[in-house]
């Protein structure tokens, strides 16, 4: 196999990392030599030991970005000048992908809305609970309780004090679709 990376295993090495990553986090252990061993087997010609040291210099990328990085695979700095452009943009798109809020990938009010959308624009909140369940299947629905709060017209909104003068809903806010209570 020639020498460059092709954009195929750059791909690979950022996701297995970024898989790695999300694993550890989340207390599982992790096989690393396995997971060099399986990207080697998937492209033909590039060695797991490799995939080790791409998998190092993205380690040293995300110690330049301020991102937690592996353990285990110190940052090995000498990535290169042609090759730094290139991992930073993959490490980017993967971290704007799985950049998640506080209960997953999207805003729980973003969810309702989607719901919403599938719901021809009225449910109840037990409606938009099962929808977001059944469409987001990892989704947490310990995270839906205070799905109520979330409609315009709950009174955990309208009554709290520093909502003295009423929200007003016809403003186009993204808010203003959100279900009525049923």
């Not at 954009?7 to 999300?22: C, I, P, R």
């Not at 809020?101 to 919403?116: C, D, M, N, P």
């Not at 409609?151 to 004090?161: F, P, Q």
Request: charged share 25%; with cysteine.
């Amino acid at each position: 196999m020639s020498n460059g990376w092709t954009d195929a295993e750059l791909a690979a090495a950022v996701d297995a990392y970024e898989d790695m990553l999300k694993r550890g986090a989340a207390g599982e252990k992790v096989n690393k030599a396995q997971v060099y061993r399986d990207l080697a087997a998937q492209f033909v010609g590039r060695t797991d030991k490799a995939f080790e040291y791409r998998m190092q210099n993205i380690s040293a990328l995300y110690a330049e970005l301020g991102l937690p990085w592996l353990a285990g695979l110190k940052p090995a700095v000498n990535v290169g000048r042609e090759m730094k452009p290139r991992l930073l943009k993959l490490i980017q798109r993967a971290n704007a992908k799985s950049a998640g809020f506080k209960h997953g990938s999207k805003r729980t009010w973003e969810l309702v809305l989607e719901a919403l959308d599938a719901c021809a624009g009225n449910a109840t909140r037990e409606q938009v609970k099962d929808w977001i369940v059944s469409h987001y299947p990892g989704y947490n629905e310990k995270n839906l309780v205070d799905l109520e709060m979330l409609a315009v017209n709950s009174t955990s909104r309208t009554s709290y004090n520093q909502n003295a003068k009423p929200r007003r809903t016809d403003t186009g806010s993204p808010y203003d679709r959100l279900y009525k209570m049923g």
